[in-house]
């Protein structure tokens, strides 16, 4: 959808001039291809409001500052994570963080930045101000949802293959605990508002399961249809008890999940 949506705004073909009985060909003041798609992501990310609708307490693989200031988005191709300036549009850095990078989240109100580096199994830290690692945490295997509390002082991750859910010290940067039994092939993380709850999404069954913070116990579980698979992500709402699980789709013979899910 995204793909298409810079024609729909208007951009014109230069290959594909315009051309009518009657009618003269009028060249337009195009703006880079770039530049439009910032633009039409950023009408994406603005709320009824008019206000930027920060992704917050859901893993993404995109994210905006709390002071929407800046807005970083990995890239699974390329092994970087872009961070753009959204007052400019403009891209600011990239910077290279290993193979298929996934989820990234700014720390609290900092523009400290975490994002799971899935084939590297490692979280790599950066400063998104200059553009520059800080430093990293070596991981078991296939780290994919990351999410941060609102002081920046603890990370949580998904880790696909193992099915568990780690707890970081970003200062200290080590793990200070590890989360077994909330299911399998976790990818999906997000807070509640209270940040006392995890919700977390199986890959391969879409099951939700809620996970208390203090204890590390699973409280609540929602499981769909058999067919239901592929589940990255979860949202809560930010005012209601809703969770929306994006990307579930009937099951095939072949399992084919790749691609980029925000």
């Known amino acids: 959808m995204l793909e298409t949506a810079p024609s729909a705004c208007g951009a014109l073909s230069a290959a594909s001039p315009v051309k009518s009985a009657g009618l003269n060909p009028v060249r337009r003041n195009r703006q880079p291809l770039a530049t439009t798609w910032l633009r039409f992501l950023t009408a994406l990310l603005l709320s009824g409001t008019g206000q930027l609708a920060l992704a917050g307490n859901s893993s993404s693989l995109m ?42 989240t700014f720390l609290g109100d900092s523009h400290h930045l975490a994002v799971c580096v899935y084939a590297d199994d490692r979280v790599v830290l950066l400063d998104a101000d200059s553009g520059q690692a800080t430093g990293e945490i070596e991981v078991f295997d296939e780290p994919y949802g990351i999410v941060s509390t609102p002081d920046g002082s603890r990370l949580y991750v998904t880790l696909d293959y193992p099915g568990q859910i780690l707890e970081i010290d970003p200062q200290a940067k080590k793990i200070v605990r590890t989360i077994e039994g909330a299911g399998k092939f976790l990818r999906g993380l997000a807070f509640d508002a209270a940040t006392s709850r995890l919700y977390v999404t199986e890959y391969y069954t879409a099951a939700v399961r809620a996970v208390d913070v203090a204890s590390g116990n699973v409280v609540d579980e929602w499981v769909g249809a058999s067919t239901d698979n592929l589940a990255r992500q979860v949202v809560l709402h930010p005012t209601r008890p809703k969770a929306y699980v994006p990307h579930i789709r009937s099951k095939v013979n072949a399992v084919h999940g790749q691609g980029s899910l925000f």
């Open 63 to 104: 994210e905006i500052s709390t002071d929407g200031q800046l807005l970083a988005c990995t890239n699974r191709d390329s092994g970087t994570v872009t961070v753009v300036d959204l007052k400019t549009l403009r891209k600011v850095h990239e910077v290279e963080v290993g193979h298929k990078p996934e989820g990234v």
